[in-house]
T-cell receptor, first 116, second 113 residues
Framework: EAQVTQNPRYLITVTGKKLTVTCSQN?????MSWYRQDPGLGLRQIYY???????DKGDVPEGYKVSRKEKRNFPLILESPSPNQTSLYFC???????????????FGAGTRLSVL | AQSVTQLDSHVSVSEGTPVLLRCNYS??????LFWYVQHPNKGLQLLLK??????LVKGINGFEAEFKKSETSFHLTKPSAHMSDAAEYFC???????????FGTGTRLKVLA
């Protein structure tokens, strides 16, 4: 079954404790992306990756890091989480972006993060 | 720069009546436009997309949207609302020059019995 898998689904942590949210897709998609969803703000893009070893900032990258060492995986890293990073996070993938922006994105089920 | 404005944060309709969710966009290049739906505590599902083919786009569950370049709009409609349509709806824009996807702030649709 084609899917985007995020782990964990729920996470409670404390300020400053490094964490990683994993994202994996089994569709051989080139493009992957992370979003955060906050009430009244919709989804905002954090980082995206056009392919292996190619990543770029979205609209709200501060406090986050990503890596794309393999095509299928795109982990989101919070080196020193703060309470303002409490949010619902979604990973997404699509066949390609940019010139192929017409390709639809497939979303993971989401990770609800609380930073105390 | 790209942007998306969803003109209503909340819309309430009675079951069986038409649905209209409004979206205006801004893009310097030929845009791709999408509508996604998010049911409570669920992920996002694509309803439909526009990618410079037919201006009237049909999606799943009876939804459709019309791309109007002169009005820079991409409103979502459905002739007859069903209780199961209650959800949050997001309009999204991207274009061939950028790898970014810009989401609107969402419209929460409530369907009254």
């Amino acid at each position: 079954e084609a899917q985007v898998t995020q782990n964990p689904r729920y996470l409670i942590t404390v300020t400053g404790k490094k964490l990683t949210v994993t994202c994996s897709q089994n569709m051989n998609h080139e493009y992957m992306s992370w979003y955060r969803q906050d009430p009244g703000l919709g989804l905002r893009q954090i980082y995206y990756s056009m392919n292996v070893e190619v990543t770029d900032k979205g609209d709200v990258p501060e406090g986050y890091k990503v890596s794309r060492k393999e095509k299928r995986n795109f982990p989101l890293i919070l080196e020193s989480p703060s309470p303002n990073q409490t949010s619902l996070y979604f990973c997404a993938s699509s066949l390609a972006g940019g010139l192929e922006a017409k390709n639809i994105q497939y979303f993971g089920a989401g990770t609800r993060l609380s930073v105390l | 720069a790209q942007s998306v404005t969803q003109l209503d944060s909340h819309v309430s309709v009675s079951e069986g009546t038409p649905v209209l969710l409004r979206c205006n966009y801004s893009s310097s290049y030929s845009p791709s436009l999408f509508w996604y739906v998010q049911h409570p505590n669920k992920g996002l599902q694509l309803l439909l997309k526009y990618t410079s083919a037919a201006t009237l786009v049909k999606g799943i569950n009876g939804f459709e949207a019309e791309f109007k370049k002169s009005e820079t709009s991409f409103h979502l409609t459905k002739p007859s609302a069903h209780m199961s349509d209650a959800a949050e709806y997001f309009c999204v824009v991207s274009d061939e020059r950028t790898y970014k996807y810009i989401f609107g702030t969402g419209t929460r649709l409530k369907v009254l019995a």
